[in-house]
């Protein structure tokens, strides 16, 4: 398993802007796809954005498109996930994950949860 460590969860206010960052020790993720999933207090976890290895294609569930964007920095060996507009039922512990050798966001989005390899989550709470 790869580590994964997120960071860039705070308190905001509705209306806000975040970007939560995902990076890796000791493995580059530059040649597989990652996403992003989220899990509210007394929810299932949920799938929010997905991208491919190189960044160019991305993925993203219906409740968050056109106010959130992820994308990813190979050289730094980060993933973002820049988020707008943000809501209260954004509020979650936010999670970031990569596939071990898939390279195509489907296979972040297809692949079962067990699967994936997880970073430990980072709290993003939209409250005024």
């Known amino acids: ?26 493995r580059t993720l530059g040649n ?6 989220r899990q509210a207090p007394g929810k299932e976890r949920e799938f929010v954005a997905a991208i491919n290895w190189s960044g160019h294609s991305t993925y993203y569930t219906d409740s968050v498109k056109g106010r959130f964007t992820t994308s990813r920095d190979n050289a730094k060996n980060t993933l973002y996930l820049t988020m707008n507009n943000l809501k209260s039922e954004d509020t979650a ?33 939209v409250s005024s």
């Open 1 to 26: 398993q790869v580590p994964l460590v997120e960071s860039g969860g705070v308190l905001v206010q509705p209306g806000g802007s975040l970007t939560l960052s995902c990076t890796a020790s000791g």
């Open 32 to 37: 597989v796809a990652m996403g992003w999933f």
């Open 93 to 125: 512990v936010y999670y970031c994950a990569a596939h071990r050798t898939g390279t195509s966001f489907t296979d972040v989005v297809q692949t079962p949860p067990q699967n994936l390899n997880w970073g430990q989550g980072t709290q993003v709470t």
